[in-house]
């Protein structure tokens, strides 16, 4: 028998922008103003999550993975679609409990989010002891006179001294803080944490170290990750599972391992073929040409078409559906066919990278 995901999000879309309040939509009705444009940031986007599982959700700045995830973690509503956890929706998880199980639901805050910046997700008047030990408290997960020494113990665990439970955030280094960050979403005993670049502020050594620790407390602690990065060298390191976004849709998905070494989507492979490689000394890379439309008036047909020299007539006038071209692996692409035995041709040969 399959284990039910932990993680479960069907076809959801997030929509910024659009009618405004009444008086916008009177004053457009009257032709005294302009309608409101509406932002298309997360379109029909939909993948399980397994239990103890990392996936890696990629993609230039501005492809929707940043608002996919605090919709995950229940910052933003879906415009349309769900998100189910274990099953349950978000509200259900944090219906009013029964007596005797505490302020809220059991499973209410087993989603936790961790931010980009750990200095502004700190509040700067409060010590690590109050950053780490508020929730708990609250939430009455620990008793007050275990409190200390359950601040202790997380504060260890993520690599702070808890002697510098006293101090203020502004007084720890970033790679420090972001360790603060993570104890604070682990007091509350979460399943699942929402990383939304989590390192990319960081020096490349203490990237190294917090990823280190991301593994360290998955397999302590069984959790499980949704990774959000537009650097897949980091991305490569520490998922399970891709998914490649571009202006709001997946246009592809699959393992790791078999999405870095054979990348089936044009703007898969021109990403991964821009990661530099110590075994590649001689080549010119070739970014991708063009900027990102924008999600404002996205183009017909393919989104990736203007930017795509192997774009067809059929791209420019058709979306290609995500479907399955090989087992666990789907992608977007009326380029990719695969025969009975499902293995993947490639159709035309992808000019991203040149040696000299």
């Known amino acids: 028998m399959t284990e039910e995901p932990i993680l479960s999000v069907s076809h959801v879309s997030k929509r910024f922008g659009g009618k405004g309040d009444l008086l916008a939509q009177m004053l457009a009705a009257l032709g005294l103003a302009k309608p409101r444009p509406q932002v298309r940031a997360v379109e029909d986007v939909s993948f399980t999550l397994a239990r103890g599982e990392v996936l ?48 809220r639901a059991p499973r209410a805050l087993d989603m936790q989010m961790i931010f980009q910046d750990p200095f502004s997700s700190l509040n700067p008047r409060k010590r690590v002891s109050d950053l780490i030990g508020e929730a708990p408290r609250v939430h009455r997960i620990v008793s007050p006179e275990d409190l200390d020494r359950y601040v202790k ?105 078999q999405v870095f070494d054979d990348p089936q989507h044009p703007y898969t492979r021109a990403l991964i073929d821009g990661v530099p490689k110590l075994d590649r000394r001689r080549v010119a890379y070739e970014p991708i040409k063009g900027d990102i439309p924008s999600p404002l008036d996205p183009p017909k047909g393919c989104h990736f078409h203007p930017r795509c020299p192997l774009a067809t007539d059929r791209c420019r006038s058709e979306a290609p559906v995500l479907r399955e071209i090989a087992p666990g692996r789907q992608a977007a692409c009326h380029l990719i066919t695969t025969d009975t035995d499902t293995t993947i041709k490639e159709t035309a040969e992808w000019p991203v990278t040149k040696t000299g």
């Open 56 to 103: 890696g959700v990629v993609g230039e700045s501005g492809c929707g993975k940043s608002t996919l995830g605090r919709m995950i973690a229940g910052l933003l509503e879906p415009s349309a679609g769900e998100i189910l956890i274990e099953g349950q929706a978000p509200a259900a998880r944090m219906a009013k409990p029964a007596e005797g199980q505490g302020a």
């Open 153 to 257: 113990d997380i504060m260890d665990r993520c690599g702070i001294d808890p002697a510098y439970r006293d101090r203020f955030a502004h007084q720890f280094s970033g790679g420090q803080r972001q360790r603060i960050g993570i104890a604070r979403a682990l007091a509350v005993k979460p399943e699942i944490l929402v990383c939304d670049e989590a390192v990319s502020a960081l020096d490349v050594s203490i990237q190294a170290q917090i990823i280190n620790l991301f593994m360290e407390l998955r397999d302590e602690l069984g959790l499980t990750y949704v990774f959000i990065s537009h650097d897949l060298g980091v991305v490569e390191h520490i998922a399970d599972r891709i998914v490649v976004m571009y202006l709001g849709r997946i246009v592809e998905s699959g393992p790791a391992e």
